[in-house]
């Protein structure tokens, strides 16, 4: 709670610029701002998971910063040179998900310190799923966490009971909507794919950057009409300058924390909602960190149909 409002924190997916989203913890627990519930989306619903079962931000950096690409990248040779065409993935996932799993404070859902919920995409059927849900809760957190990282074509789907999942962000890389369902006082929502400059020379960063890079234009056009959707919603928009990072870039991954660290910092500083909040920043905002929508109107509390 936040000066008697409900606070519900929305990660946005990324991959490695997911470690952003480490950085605005700190910056929140700084300033004594503790969210109620925790929704994240691929990269985000990693530390989404990660901080829901009571994990502190120091301790999610340094699980953050010990990542290294066998941890989370193991080729899928035997299916590439043999299945060729028909192979699912470029990487097994055997690797990500060991260490989901190992790195987790807790692997059942009512362990968790808060709530958590993970979105997904079901191969089959295009639909969306949270798990975290009621009725979505018996399976492994660490499961749902790799259906929500499980990237078309460079992990393979996740296998959940008799569906397949992949990506949470092929439809909705900040899940929003979920926290209006759940009747947020406060949204704070970390988007990793701000409105940057392009970059340039994606068709010679090989197949993964090309994925990446048309699973962000996607993501990014899908997001700005879940934005006009929610406008009325009660929603602080923390953009960190990570756009241009890789997705499975390994280097310089502390310049990623503290680009999440200075966003939040100047939003703490200027958005009205925290003016109550607990200083310790001594940086100047800048207007691109913060978009904001207007304040919820009186329609705003009504129960959303997906």
């Not at 997904?120 to 059927?125: G, I, K, Q, Y």
């Not at 950057?209 to 919603?233: P, V, W």
């Not at 009660?234 to 953009?239: A, F, G, R």
């Amino acid at each position: 709670m936040f000066d008697g409002k409900k606070v519900i924190l929305v990660l946005g997916g990324g991959g490695m610029r997911g470690l952003a989203h480490i950085g605005v913890l700190k910056v929140l627990a700084r300033n004594g701002i503790v969210p109620d519930e925790y929704i994240g989306c691929s990269g985000g619903a990693l530390v989404a998971a990660l901080a829901a079962g009571g994990m502190m931000a120091e301790d999610i950096e340094r699980v953050g910063l010990s990542l290294r690409r066998k941890d989370v990248l193991d080729y899928n040779w035997w299916s590439l040179l043999w299945r060729r065409g028909r192979a699912r993935s470029l990487y097994r996932g055997k690797a990500m998900h060991d260490t989901i799993r190992r790195v987790l404070p807790v692997d059942r859902w009512d362990q968790l310190q808060r709530p958590l919920y993970v979105n997904a995409v079901d191969l089959n059927s295009g639909t969306e799923t949270f798990f975290g849900l009621p009725g979505l809760t018996d399976l492994p957190i660490h499961d749902a966490v790799v259906a929500s990282c499980s990237i078309p074509g460079v992990y393979p789907p996740k296998r959940i009971g008799n569906r397949h999942f992949v990506d949470g962000g092929v439809l909705d890389i900040l899940p929003i909507k979920m926290a209006v369902y759940n009747g947020a006082g406060i949204i704070i929502g970390v988007n990793l794919e701000g409105p940057e400059e392009t970059p340039r020379g994606i068709e010679r960063k090989g197949m993964v950057g090309i994925i990446d890079q048309s699973h962000t234009i996607i993501a990014r056009t899908l997001f700005q009409l879940q934005l006009e959707r929610f406008r009325e919603a009660p929603l602080v928009m923390i953009e960190p300058h990570v756009a241009n990072h890789g997705v499975f870039q390994f280097e310089r991954t502390s310049e990623v924390i503290t680009a999440g660290e200075h966003a939040a910092e100047r939003v703490m500083l200027e958005h009205p909602m925290f003016r109550n909040a607990r200083r310790y920043v001594d940086r100047t905002p800048r207007p691109e960190d913060i978009r904001t929508l207007p304040a919820p109107g009186p329609e705003a509390g009504r129960t959303a149909t997906a």
